[in-house]
């Protein structure tokens, strides 16, 4: 659409101009009996110099420049795919020790996000979203990059063992956090037990 636009626009810009510079100057008609083209001339020059024309030429570049809108309105510009800055898992079959380290972060992890609000600490907050978005993660992402890397397949299974090593620290600190998370909760249970009994003093059954 963009070669319609511009010819529609510059088009009106051109009639335009000629029928103000034809207005402006002034057109004396050539005398009868002249060449055979100045009948022509004369008429064209006539056409230029008049309203009709100016009009013309306003309403073709109203045209062009409402068609450019529409055409610029309609354009969408792209939108380059997401580059990923990790590389993704390898789709491997790990180690057994390696497969339970990964349930056991797994299972945490799902334990910690399903644990009411209010007996996660800021603390404990902070410590499972910094495992969850980047140790857990960037952990990954590290294996699977020295995975690509060997081919050895005694190479392949030291580096599993790392892995699941590492999963394990990270597994053994979700459940210290899950121990916490259990101690705020069993605190709150103890200050209300105590208030329930301060309140309603169990009876002594006679015993003065």
């Known amino acids: 659409m963009r070669p319609l636009v511009t010819g529609l626009f510059f088009t009106g810009l051109l009639l335009l101009a000629g029928s103000m510079l034809f207005g402006m100057v002034g057109y004396d008609p ?7 083209w100045d009948n022509g ?10 309203t009709t024309a100016r009009m013309t030429g306003i309403l073709l570049m109203i045209c062009g420049g409402f068609l450019y809108a529409l055409d610029a309105s309609g354009r969408t510009d792209e939108i380059p795919a997401p580059v990923a800055d990790k590389p993704t898992p390898l789709d491997i079959e790990l180690s057994p ?7 056991r972060v797994r299972t945490a992890l799902l334990r910690l996000n399903n644990m009411p609000a209010d007996v996660v600490t800021p603390e ?10 980047r140790h857990v993660p960037d952990l990954e992402a590290a294996h699977a990059k020295a995975r690509r890397a060997v ?8 580096l599993d063992s790392d892995y ?3 999963l394990s620290l ?7 956090l899950l121990d916490d998370c259990e101690e705020v909760a069993g605190r709150d249970l103890a200050v209300q037990r105590r208030f ?8 002594n059954d006679g015993i003065v």
């Open 196 to 203: 329930i009994e301060t309140r309603h003093p169990p009876e």
């Open 170 to 176: 990270i597994a053994d600190k979700l459940n210290d």
């Open 97 to 103: 020790d390696a497969d339970t380290a990964s349930r």
């Open 41 to 50: 001339l004369s008429r064209l020059a006539s056409d230029l110099a008049s």
């Open 151 to 158: 081919v050895d397949e005694k190479d392949a299974a030291k």
């Open 164 to 166: 699941a090593t590492s």
């Open 124 to 133: 404990i907050r902070i410590e499972y979203d910094a495992i969850r978005t």
């Open 30 to 36: 050539l005398p009868d009996g002249g060449l055979p």
